[in-house]
């Protein structure tokens, strides 16, 4: 039998610490994903290989997405959307930066580099929609689990490919280039 919650119920998970926690959670992955938009296009244009850069473009097209979708989970528990500045993300943009300026142009190392960092931001995506999957469903947001599922999938997927593409060869190819 299912049961529908009260508006007593409704207002205890609202006010509730976990639903706080969620609610920061979610900002802060709002705030990462438009942020991670922005890097994007620098990440792709910096990479050697053409499957790597097409695997970043068509991130940015699924990071698009996401950041609707996070606007769609903001909206079907009622609240605005809003972003709070994510200091894990600017910390791992930050990184790839340093790792584009301090490798060498059009090199398979910088390709690595580049790998290495966006695999740090997708782990992070991953823990993050995770978290926000499993605490949706435990406050009865299931509308929200839905959609932080379908990015958490996306996500995956994106880390799966970036392995393939550097044991395809690029991490032995960058094996030989000199310092």
Request: glycine content about 6%; hydrophobic content about 40%; aromatic content about 4%.
């Amino acid at each position: 039998m299912a049961t529908t919650k009260t508006a007593e119920q409704t207002m205890d998970v609202q006010e509730s610490a976990l639903n706080e926690l969620f609610l920061d959670e979610l900002k802060d992955i709002y705030w990462a994903e438009k942020h991670l938009a922005k890097a994007l296009p620098k990440m792709a244009k910096a990479a050697t290989s053409d499957k790597l850069r097409a695997a970043i473009e068509n991130h940015l097209s699924e990071t698009e997405h996401q950041i609707t979708r996070l606007e769609d989970a903001f909206a079907s528990i009622g609240e605005k959307v809003a972003g709070v500045k994510c200091e894990a993300m600017a910390g791992l943009l930050k990184e790839a930066e340093e790792i584009i300026s301090e490798t060498e142009k059009h090199s398979q190392t910088r390709d690595v580099g580049i790998i290495s960092a966006a695999q740090k931001i997708e782990h992070y995506e991953i823990a993050s929609y995770g978290t926000l999957k499993t605490l949706a469903t435990v406050l009865g947001y299931g509308e929200a689990a839905e959609l932080f599922d379908s990015t958490l999938q996306e996500e995956k997927t994106c880390d799966s490919l970036l392995t393939q593409i550097a044991q395809a060869g690029i991490n032995k190819g960058a094996k030989t280039e000199k310092a």
